[in-house]
């Protein structure tokens, strides 16, 4: 489909260990989000990027997550030595800059850390 | 940054009623606010928005308020029925300036049949 796609959909991993999540925003939309968004809370802003660049990076919560884009297409979420408090659901949304404002999200990759 | 408050946390209404969620930002530049609903276990979708040139916008049975002065807006569901049931987010942006959405804590509706 033309969605926002994320990967993995599930992923359980030990404490300490490194994770990566992928996201595939919509073609030609030139913004990408990343939200977190713990059990049955709200939906927490991690970080924005126009194009290739992170302008507002103020959401990561410590220097263990770091995010990357590419070809202002593919998005990655890096989470280093993951702790219990990591757990959540990475959402993922693109828009278009300059369009109606409206995100499109995917569906999320749900990370659990035992 | 901007800090987006929702209320109430949790809202159950009988089936036919109205429904209302308030939500205020701190940021005066902010000019664009969203509302998105979220159903169990899916992702979350925008239903209707307004920007700052307007004071009020509706389409069905939903409409949103804004009050700039105040730094409020409101989403109001009437004759609400039981696919109304969800997760309902406001959020809140400046899209003059870099464009990143803020969401509020969201408030669960529960329609009662």
């Known amino acids: 489909g033309a969605g926002v796609s994320q990967s993995p959909s599930n992923k359980v991993t030990e404490k300490g260990k490194d994770v990566e999540l992928r996201c595939d925003p919509i073609s030609g939309h030139t913004a990408l989000y990343w939200y977190r968004q713990r059990l049955g809370q709200g939906l927490e802003f991690l970080i924005y990027f126009q194009g290739n660049s992170a302008p507002d990076k103020s959401g990561l919560p410590s220097d263990r997550f770091s995010a990357e884009r590419t070809g202002e297409s593919v998005s990655t979420l890096t989470i280093q030595r993951t702790q219990q408090e990591d757990s959540a659901v990475y959402l993922c949304?693109?828009?278009?800059?300059?369009?109606?404002?409206?995100?499109?999200f995917g569906e999320g990759s749900r990370l659990t850390v035992l | 940054g901007e800090n987006v408050e929702q209320h109430p946390s949790t809202l159950s209404v009988q089936e036919g009623d109205s429904a209302v969620i308030k939500c205020t930002y701190s940021?005066?530049?902010?000019?664009?606010f969203p509302w998105y609903k979220q159903e169990l276990g899916k992702r979350p979708q925008l239903i209707i928005d307004?920007?700052?040139?307007?004071g009020e916008k509706k389409d069905q049975r939903i409409a949103v308020t804004l009050n700039k002065t105040a730094k409020h807006f409101s989403l109001h569901i009437t004759e609400t029925q039981p696919e109304d049931s969800a997760v309902y987010f406001c959020a809140a942006s400046s899209q003059t300036g870099a464009n990143n959405l803020f969401f509020g804590t969201g408030t669960r509706l529960t329609v009662i049949p």
């Open positions: 949304a693109s828009s278009f800059l300059r369009g109606t404002g409206e995100l499109f």
């Open positions: 940021d005066s530049a902010s000019n664009y």
């Open positions: 307004i920007r700052s040139n307007v």
